[in-house]
C-alpha cells in the first residue's frame, strides 16, 4: 500500500491517507453488514424460491430448479388482470395525491407564518393513528347509511344512499389516496421550503402572473419532492394487500392479495415468491421512469 | 423589501389555493374525527348517526391485557429498532458524506431498497428467509425487519442534512488539532443533531403502525397493528378506537410540546 | 487510548453495538414472557377467535399454573401461512377446520394423538372418534371439539319466510345485496346447489360448471366476506341480505336484536368440525393434551359453546346445557350432523384454489 503524500494538494493535512474504502468502512461496515444480511440475502433468497416448486401432496418446497411459476404468470390472464388493475390504482392514487399535496404544502409553506412548523407535524399526526383504523372509518364514512351518504341524500344530491361508494375500487381509491397522501406533502412541502424566496419575487417583479411563477418555478424545484413522493404512494399501493380486505368489492383483488394468498392454504410459496419479483421489476421500472422524469423537470 | 404589488386575479389564485389547502386538511383528518367519535359509541356496529355515548371502552383498555401487552411490544419494538437505526444510520450517513469509496452509489441506491419495495415483497423475502434459517419468528424477527428500514429512514434524513453541511468545517477541527471524536462532537453532531432527531421520530413512527411487513414476521407476541388486525375483523369493538384515540391524543401533545421547547430554545 | 473513530478502535465499537442489539433483542422476547414467572409455563395457541376466551382459559391457567397465549387469525389462510411460516414450531396447539387439516397432516408437522392420555375423549360422540379429517394412514392427528353446519342467514326484513333454496344467492333478484364466503371450500356448497352428489370429489367437467356459476354470481355479490364481524356489519348496515355463515353470525345477530334467520335450504349444507391439533415440536406436549382434555369436558365445552354458540363434538355439557337448549344446537339427535357434508380436503384441491382465485380475480 502507497503512503505516500496524498495527491490532493488543496489538503494541508501532514497525515497519512488510507484509502477512502478503509476510512468509510469502519463507519460503514454496521449498516452494510445488516442490510447485507437482512435485506441483500432475504431477497436472494426470495429469488431462489420463486425457481423452485411446490408439492402439495408432500406439503413440501421441491428445491429443484424450474420456470414454471414464472409461465404461469405470463400465460395465465389472471396475473396480467390484477397487475393492470394494481398499476392503473397506483398511478391513479399517486396522481391524486400530488394534485392534494400541492395545496396543504402551499398552504403550510408559504402562508402560515409561526406556525408553520405545528401545521407541517399536524400532517404527520395522522400518521401515528392506526392505518387500519383509519380504514376502518372509512368503511363507516363510504357505507349505505354512512356520513357520506346520509350527507348527499340530506342535501338532495342523492334521492337514496348509493352503494357505489363501499365495496368498490372507488372505496379502495379513497382510502389509498388518503392513507398515504402525508408520504407526498412531506418531501412536495420539503421542496417548496428550499425554493429561494428570492426567486419567486423576482418572478413577481418581472411581471409574471401566479400561475406562470408556480409552472416555471415552483414547479420544476418541486420536482424532486414529487418523484420521492410519487415512489412512495406507488409502491405502497403496489405492496397492499389490507385495504381490498377491508373495502374491496368482488372484483378488488390487487397484487399483494394475489402474492399473499399463496401462502396461506394454497402453500405455492414460489408462485407467490415469483409474482413478488415480477412485482419488483413493475416497482424497478416505475423508479427508473419517475427519476427521468425527475431529471428532465429539474433540468428544465 | 418592496414586492411587485399582487394583481387582484393573483391574489384570488393564492386565496383559492390556500382554501384548497385548508379542504386537504379536512380530508386528511375526516377520518381521525371519525375514529375518535366512535371511541365513544356504545353501540359496536359504527352505525352512523351515534346513538349513545359511553367512556366504557376506555376504561376497558385499562383491564384488557392482550391489548396492552401489544401496546408494549410495539413500544419496545420500536424504541430498539429507532436506536439500532439511530446509530448504524447515522455513522453510515457520515461514511458516505466524508469519503468517496467505490461502490458509494451502489450502497446508496441498496439503502434506498427497504423504503422504496412494496411491504409485500420485504414481508416475504424475510419469511422466506427466517424460514430458510429455521429462525423462528417472534418479536425478534419482527424487529429485524423494522430495524432494517429503521436504519435507511435515519441514513437517509442525516446523509440528507449532511449534504447541507460543508465538509471544510469537519477538516478544519481537525487541523486545529482536534481529533476525530472531538470533530464528531463539537462540529458534526451538533449540525446534524435535528436530522438524526426527525429521522429517528419519522422512523418510529413507520415501525409503530407498521402492518405490511410486520403480518409475515410474528410469532406468538402481537404489536399493537397486529393485535388490531385480529380484532378488527372479528368481535370488533369501540374499545380498538378508544387505543387509537389515545395514541392520536398522546402524538398531538407531543408534537405540541416539542413546538413550545423548541421555540424556547431558539 | 484508541481512536474511536480509527479503523480498529470502531471495530471494537461496532463489535459491542451488535451486541448491544443482540442482548436486547433477546431482552425483547423477556420482555414478552415478563408477565410469566419462569417456573410457569406458556401455552402458545393459534385458534378462532372465541377458542381462547378468558372464561374458561384463566381457570384452566390456575388449575395448571401456566399462561395460555393465544393469537386468532381471520381466515383459513392466515392460520395455514403462520403456522407453515413457522414449521410448525411457533405454536403448541392450533384450532384447526376441517378444510386445512389433511394439509397439516401431510406437513409433518403434528404429533399423533394418543387418546390414553386424555380421560375425557369418553365423553366425544363417537362419529368424532375417527373422523377423514383428523385421520391419516390409521392415525389421529387431532380431536374435534367443535361443529356447525354453513348455513344461509337472511335478513328477515326481506324474506319473509326463509328462502327454500341455495339459488337464492345466485339469484339477479337481489343483485347486489348478496355475499359468499371468501374461501375454496365454498365451492362444495356451489356444488351442493348445482346437485353434485359428492361435493368433494368433482370431476372436470363439473369443476368448470362451477367455476361458471360462481363467476355468474361475482356480478350479484356485494362483497366476499373474509371473517364473521365482516358479515355481520354488512347485515347490520344492510349492506347484504342473504349469505352462507356459521351459527356465530346468526347468534351475534341475533344478540344485537338484529332480525337474522337462519335455515338449511332443501338441496342441504356443507358442515365443519374444528379440531385441536398439537406440534410435534411443542415442548409442552403433555401441557397441550391437558388443554384437550379440558376442552371436551364439561368446563371447556360449556365455555366454548356459550361463547361461540358452536355445537360441541362431546357429550360432557349436555347436562348444564339443559334440553332445550341441547336440541337447539342439534347434540341429541345426531342425525342432523350425518346429513351435514362435512369439511374434508378434495383430492384435486389445489385446482379448487385455483378457480377460486381466477374468479376473484
Given at each position: 500500500?502507497?503512503?505516500?503524500?496524498?495527491?490532493?494538494?488543496?489538503?494541508?493535512?501532514?497525515?497519512?491517507?488510507?484509502?477512502?474504502?478503509?476510512?468509510?468502512?469502519?463507519?460503514?461496515?454496521?449498516?452494510?453488514?445488516?442490510?447485507?444480511?437482512?435485506?441483500?440475502?432475504?431477497?436472494?433468497?426470495?429469488?431462489?424460491?420463486?425457481?423452485?416448486?411446490?408439492?402439495?401432496?408432500?406439503?413440501?418446497?421441491?428445491?429443484?430448479?424450474?420456470?414454471?411459476?414464472?409461465?404461469?404468470?405470463?400465460?395465465?390472464?389472471?396475473?396480467?388482470?390484477?397487475?393492470?388493475?394494481?398499476?392503473?390504482?397506483?398511478?391513479?392514487?399517486?396522481?391524486?395525491?400530488?394534485?392534494?399535496?400541492?395545496?396543504?404544502?402551499?398552504?403550510?409553506?408559504?402562508?402560515?407564518?409561526?406556525?408553520?412548523?405545528?401545521?407541517?407535524?399536524?400532517?404527520?399526526?395522522?400518521?401515528?393513528?392506526?392505518?387500519?383504523?383509519?380504514?376502518?372509518?372509512?368503511?363507516?364514512?363510504?357505507?349505505?347509511?354512512?356520513?357520506?351518504?346520509?350527507?348527499?341524500?340530506?342535501?338532495?344530491?342523492?334521492?337514496?344512499?348509493?352503494?357505489?361508494?363501499?365495496?368498490?375500487?372507488?372505496?379502495?381509491?379513497?382510502?389509498?389516496?388518503?392513507?398515504?397522501?402525508?408520504?407526498?406533502?412531506?418531501?412536495?412541502?420539503?421542496?417548496?421550503?428550499?425554493?429561494?424566496?428570492?426567486?419567486?419575487?423576482?418572478?413577481?417583479?418581472?411581471?409574471?402572473?401566479?400561475?406562470?411563477?408556480?409552472?416555471?418555478?415552483?414547479?420544476?424545484?418541486?420536482?424532486?419532492?414529487?418523484?420521492?413522493?410519487?415512489?412512495?404512494?406507488?409502491?405502497?399501493?403496489?405492496?397492499?394487500?389490507?385495504?381490498?380486505?377491508?373495502?374491496?368489492?368482488p372484483d378488488?383483488?390487487?397484487?399483494?392479495?394475489?402474492?399473499?394468498?399463496?401462502?396461506?392454504?394454497?402453500?405455492?410459496?414460489?408462485?407467490?415468491?415469483?409474482?413478488?419479483?415480477?412485482?419488483?421489476?413493475?416497482?424497478?421500472?416505475?423508479?427508473?421512469?419517475?427519476?427521468?422524469?425527475?431529471?428532465?423537470?429539474?433540468?428544465? | 423589501?418592496?414586492?411587485?404589488?399582487?394583481?387582484?386575479?393573483?391574489?384570488?389564485?393564492?386565496?383559492?389555493?390556500?382554501?384548497?389547502?385548508?379542504?386537504?386538511?379536512?380530508?386528511?383528518?375526516?377520518?381521525?374525527?371519525?375514529?375518535?367519535?366512535?371511541?365513544?359509541?356504545?353501540?359496536?356496529?359504527?352505525?352512523?348517526?351515534?346513538?349513545?355515548?359511553?367512556?366504557?371502552?376506555?376504561?376497558?383498555?385499562?383491564?384488557?391485557?392482550?391489548?396492552?401487552?401489544?401496546?408494549?411490544?410495539?413500544?419496545?419494538?420500536?424504541?430498539?429498532?429507532?436506536?439500532?437505526?439511530?446509530?448504524?444510520?447515522?455513522?453510515?450517513?457520515?461514511?458516505?458524506?466524508?469519503?468517496?469509496?467505490?461502490?458509494?452509489?451502489?450502497?446508496?441506491?441498496?439503502?434506498?431498497?427497504?423504503?422504496?419495495?412494496?411491504?409485500?415483497?420485504?414481508?416475504?423475502?424475510?419469511?422466506?428467509?427466517?424460514?430458510?434459517?429455521?429462525?423462528?419468528?417472534?418479536?425478534?424477527?419482527?424487529?429485524?425487519?423494522?430495524?432494517?428500514?429503521?436504519?435507511?429512514?435515519?441514513?437517509?434524513?442525516?446523509?440528507?442534512?449532511?449534504?447541507?453541511?460543508?465538509?471544510?468545517?469537519?477538516?478544519?477541527?481537525?487541523?486545529?488539532?482536534?481529533?476525530?471524536?472531538?470533530?464528531?462532537?463539537?462540529?458534526?453532531?451538533?449540525?446534524?443533531?435535528?436530522?438524526?432527531?426527525?429521522?429517528?421520530?419519522?422512523?418510529?413512527?413507520?415501525?409503530?403502525?407498521?402492518?405490511?411487513?410486520?403480518?409475515?414476521?410474528?410469532?406468538?407476541?402481537?404489536?399493537?397493528?397486529?393485535?388490531?388486525?385480529?380484532?378488527?375483523?372479528?368481535?370488533?369493538?369501540?374499545?380498538?378506537?378508544?387505543?387509537?384515540?389515545?395514541?392520536?391524543?398522546?402524538?398531538?401533545?407531543?408534537?405540541?410540546?416539542?413546538?413550545?421547547?423548541?421555540?424556547?430554545?431558539? | 487510548?484508541?481512536?474511536?473513530?480509527?479503523?480498529?478502535?470502531?471495530?471494537?465499537?461496532?463489535?459491542?453495538?451488535?451486541?448491544?442489539?443482540?442482548?436486547?433483542?433477546?431482552?425483547?422476547?423477556?420482555?414478552?414472557?415478563?408477565?410469566?414467572?419462569?417456573?410457569?409455563?406458556?401455552?402458545?395457541?393459534?385458534?378462532?377467535?372465541?377458542?381462547?376466551?378468558?372464561?374458561?382459559?384463566?381457570?384452566?391457567?390456575?388449575?395448571?399454573?401456566?399462561?395460555?397465549?393465544?393469537?386468532?387469525?381471520?381466515?383459513?389462510?392466515?392460520?395455514?401461512?403462520?403456522?407453515?411460516?413457522?414449521?410448525?414450531?411457533?405454536?403448541?396447539?392450533?384450532?384447526?377446520?376441517?378444510?386445512?387439516?389433511?394439509?397439516?397432516?401431510?406437513?409433518?408437522?403434528?404429533?399423533?394423538?394418543?387418546?390414553?392420555?386424555?380421560?375425557?375423549?369418553?365423553?366425544?360422540?363417537?362419529?368424532?372418534?375417527?373422523?377423514?379429517?383428523?385421520?391419516?394412514?390409521?392415525?389421529?392427528?387431532?380431536?374435534?371439539?367443535?361443529?356447525?353446519?354453513?348455513?344461509?342467514?337472511?335478513?328477515?326484513?326481506?324474506?319473509?319466510?326463509?328462502?327454500?333454496?341455495w339459488g337464492v344467492l345466485y339469484d339477479k333478484?337481489y343483485k347486489g345485496k348478496l355475499s359468499t364466503a371468501?374461501?375454496?371450500?365454498t365451492i362444495?356448497d356451489v356444488?351442493?346447489y348445482l346437485?353434485?352428489?359428492?361435493?368433494?370429489?368433482?370431476?372436470?367437467?363439473?369443476?368448470?360448471?362451477v367455476k361458471k356459476t360462481l363467476l355468474a354470481q361475482k356480478t350479484l355479490l356485494r362483497f366476499y366476506?373474509?371473517?364473521?364481524?365482516?358479515?355481520?356489519?354488512?347485515?347490520?348496515?344492510?349492506?347484504?341480505?342473504a349469505s352462507n355463515?356459521?351459527?356465530?353470525?346468526?347468534?351475534?345477530?341475533?344478540?344485537?336484536?338484529?332480525?337474522?334467520?337462519?335455515?338449511?335450504?332443501?338441496?342441504?349444507?356443507?358442515?365443519?368440525?374444528?379440531?385441536?391439533?398439537?406440534?410435534?415440536?411443542?415442548?409442552?406436549?403433555?401441557?397441550?393434551?391437558?388443554?384437550?382434555?379440558?376442552?371436551?369436558?364439561?368446563?371447556?365445552?360449556?365455555?366454548?359453546?356459550?361463547?361461540?354458540?358452536?355445537?360441541?363434538?362431546?357429550?360432557?355439557?349436555?347436562?348444564?346445557?339443559?334440553?332445550?337448549?341441547?336440541?337447539?344446537?342439534?347434540?341429541?339427535?345426531?342425525?342432523?350432523?350425518?346429513?351435514?357434508?362435512?369439511?374434508?380436503?378434495?383430492?384435486?384441491?389445489?385446482?379448487?384454489?385455483?378457480?377460486w382465485?381466477?374468479v376473484k380475480?
Open positions: 500500500m502507497d503512503v505516500a503524500q496524498p495527491t490532493r494538494l488543496a489538503t494541508p493535512s501532514s497525515r497519512r491517507e488510507l484509502p477512502a474504502i478503509l476510512r468509510a468502512l469502519p463507519l460503514l461496515s454496521p449498516s452494510l453488514l445488516w442490510l447485507a444480511v437482512f435485506y441483500l440475502v432475504p431477497l436472494g433468497i426470495l429469488l431462489l424460491h420463486s425457481v423452485w416448486s411446490t408439492d402439495t401432496v408432500n406439503m413440501v418446497i421441491v428445491r429443484q430448479f424450474t420456470l414454471s411459476s414464472y409461465q404461469s404468470i405470463a400465460t395465465d390472464p389472471l396475473f396480467r388482470d390484477v397487475a393492470l388493475r394494481t398499476i392503473t390504482m397506483a398511478v391513479g392514487v399517486t396522481l391524486t395525491d400530488i394534485v392534494l399535496a400541492f395545496p396543504i404544502a402551499y398552504l403550510i409553506a408559504f402562508r402560515l407564518g409561526r406556525l408553520k412548523t405545528l401545521a407541517f407535524m399536524l400532517v404527520l399526526v395522522p400518521l401515528w393513528s392506526s392505518y387500519l383504523i383509519r380504514a376502518y372509518a372509512w368503511k363507516t364514512i363510504l357505507g349505505l347509511d354512512g356520513v357520506l351518504n346520509s350527507f348527499l341524500v340530506a342535501v338532495h344530491i342523492l334521492s337514496r344512499p348509493s352503494p357505489a361508494f363501499l365495496y368498490s375500487n372507488l372505496a379502495m381509491f379513497i382510502t389509498f389516496t388518503h392513507v398515504w397522501l402525508p408520504f407526498m406533502i412531506l418531501p412536495v412541502y420539503t421542496a417548496l421550503e428550499k425554493i429561494p424566496r428570492s426567486l419567486l419575487e423576482a418572478a413577481g417583479d418581472l411581471g409574471a402572473p401566479g400561475w406562470r411563477t408556480f409552472l416555471h418555478v415552483v414547479l420544476p424545484l418541486s420536482v424532486p419532492g414529487i418523484v420521492a413522493g410519487a415512489i412512495a404512494t406507488f409502491s405502497l399501493t403496489m405492496g397492499d394487500y389490507i385495504t381490498p380486505q377491508l373495502l374491496g368489492g378488488s383483488q390487487l397484487v399483494g392479495n394475489v402474492i399473499a394468498s399463496q401462502f396461506g392454504v394454497t402453500f405455492n410459496w414460489p408462485l407467490g415468491a415469483a409474482f413478488s419479483a415480477v412485482v419488483l421489476v413493475i416497482v424497478a421500472v416505475f423508479l427508473v421512469l419517475a427519476n427521468r422524469v425527475g431529471a428532465a423537470g429539474t433540468a428544465r | 423589501m418592496m414586492q411587485a404589488p399582487l394583481s387582484p386575479a393573483d391574489r384570488l389564485g393564492r386565496g383559492a389555493v390556500a382554501a384548497a389547502g385548508v379542504l386537504v386538511y379536512l380530508f386528511l383528518y375526516l377520518p381521525l374525527v371519525i375514529l375518535v367519535l366512535f371511541s365513544f359509541d356504545t353501540s359496536t356496529i359504527n352505525g352512523w348517526p351515534i346513538a349513545g355515548w359511553t367512556l366504557s371502552w376506555y376504561q376497558k383498555i385499562g383491564l384488557d391485557d392482550a391489548l396492552l401487552a401489544a401496546l408494549r411490544n410495539s413500544l419496545t419494538v420500536g424504541l430498539e429498532a429507532v436506536s439500532i437505526a439511530v446509530v448504524l444510520g447515522t455513522l453510515a450517513a457520515l461514511a458516505i458524506h466524508r469519503y468517496r469509496f467505490p461502490g458509494r452509489e451502489v450502497f446508496l441506491f441498496m439503502a434506498t431498497l427497504p423504503i422504496v419495495l412494496p411491504g409485500v415483497v420485504t414481508g416475504i423475502a424475510m419469511l422466506l428467509f427466517f424460514h430458510f434459517f429455521n429462525i423462528d419468528l417472534s418479536l425478534t424477527t419482527v424487529l429485524i425487519g423494522h430495524a432494517t428500514f429503521c436504519i435507511v429512514v435515519v441514513l437517509n434524513n442525516v446523509l440528507a442534512r449532511l449534504v447541507r453541511v460543508p465538509k471544510e468545517l469537519a477538516e478544519a477541527a481537525g487541523d486545529l488539532g482536534a481529533n476525530a471524536l472531538q470533530t464528531f462532537w463539537h462540529v458534526t453532531l451538533p449540525s446534524i443533531r435535528t436530522a438524526v432527531l426527525s429521522g429517528a421520530l419519522l422512523a418510529f413512527t413507520l415501525s409503530f403502525d407498521e402492518v405490511v411487513v410486520t403480518f409475515f414476521l410474528t410469532g406468538r407476541d402481537n404489536t399493537l397493528p397486529m393485535e388490531i388486525w385480529g380484532r378488527l375483523r372479528i368481535g370488533f369493538t369501540p374499545e380498538l378506537n378508544a387505543i387509537a384515540s389515545l395514541v392520536i391524543a398522546v402524538s398531538v401533545v407531543l408534537v405540541i410540546a416539542s413546538q413550545a421547547a423548541l421555540r424556547e430554545q431558539a | 487510548m484508541t481512536n474511536p473513530l480509527s479503523r480498529r478502535g470502531f471495530l471494537e465499537g461496532a463489535a459491542s453495538v451488535a451486541g448491544a442489539a443482540a442482548l436486547s433483542a433477546t431482552g425483547l422476547d423477556a420482555v414478552a414472557e415478563a408477565a410469566n414467572p419462569r417456573d410457569q409455563r406458556t401455552l402458545n395457541l393459534i385458534c378462532w377467535a372465541g377458542y381462547n376466551d378468558p372464561s374458561f382459559v384463566t381457570p384452566f391457567e390456575k388449575k395448571f399454573n401456566c399462561k395460555v397465549t393465544g393469537i386468532n387469525p381471520n381466515s383459513s389462510d392466515e392460520m395455514f401461512a403462520k403456522w407453515m411460516a413457522g414449521g410448525g414450531k411457533t405454536y403448541d396447539l392450533i384450532s384447526a377446520s376441517g378444510d386445512v387439516t389433511r394439509r397439516l397432516m401431510r406437513s409433518g408437522t403434528l404429533l399423533e394423538v394418543d387418546v390414553s392420555k386424555i380421560p375425557n375423549f369418553k365423553y366425544l360422540f363417537p362419529k368424532f372418534h375417527w373422523p377423514a379429517w383428523n385421520t391419516m394412514n390409521g392415525k389421529r392427528y387431532g380431536v374435534s371439539f367443535t361443529w356447525g353446519p354453513d348455513s344461509l342467514i337472511y335478513d328477515k326484513g326481506t324474506f319473509s319466510s326463509p328462502p327454500p333454496s333478484r371468501d374461501n375454496p371450500i362444495a356444488a351442493l346437485g353434485y352428489k359428492d361435493v368433494y370429489n368433482l370431476n372436470e367437467k363439473q369443476l368448470m360448471q366476506w373474509g371473517s364473521s364481524t365482516d358479515l355481520e356489519n354488512a347485515f347490520i348496515h344492510h349492506e347484504v341480505v355463515a356459521w351459527p356465530l353470525m346468526a347468534n351475534d345477530l341475533r344478540k344485537a336484536k338484529f332480525p337474522i334467520g337462519e335455515t338449511i335450504p332443501r338441496e342441504g349444507a356443507t358442515g365443519w368440525a374444528d379440531t385441536w391439533m398439537i406440534s410435534k415440536y411443542s415442548p409442552n406436549i403433555d401441557l397441550a393434551l391437558q388443554w384437550i382434555n379440558y376442552m371436551i369436558g364439561p368446563q371447556g365445552q360449556l365455555g366454548v359453546i356459550n361463547v361461540t354458540g358452536y355445537s360441541g363434538a362431546s357429550t360432557a355439557a349436555i347436562p348444564a346445557l339443559g334440553k332445550q337448549r341441547v336440541h337447539a344446537l342439534h347434540m341429541d339427535d345426531l342425525s342432523y350432523f350425518d346429513k351435514l357434508k362435512m369439511w374434508t380436503e378434495p383430492s384435486n384441491y389445489s385446482e379448487w384454489q385455483k378457480i382465485l381466477d380475480g
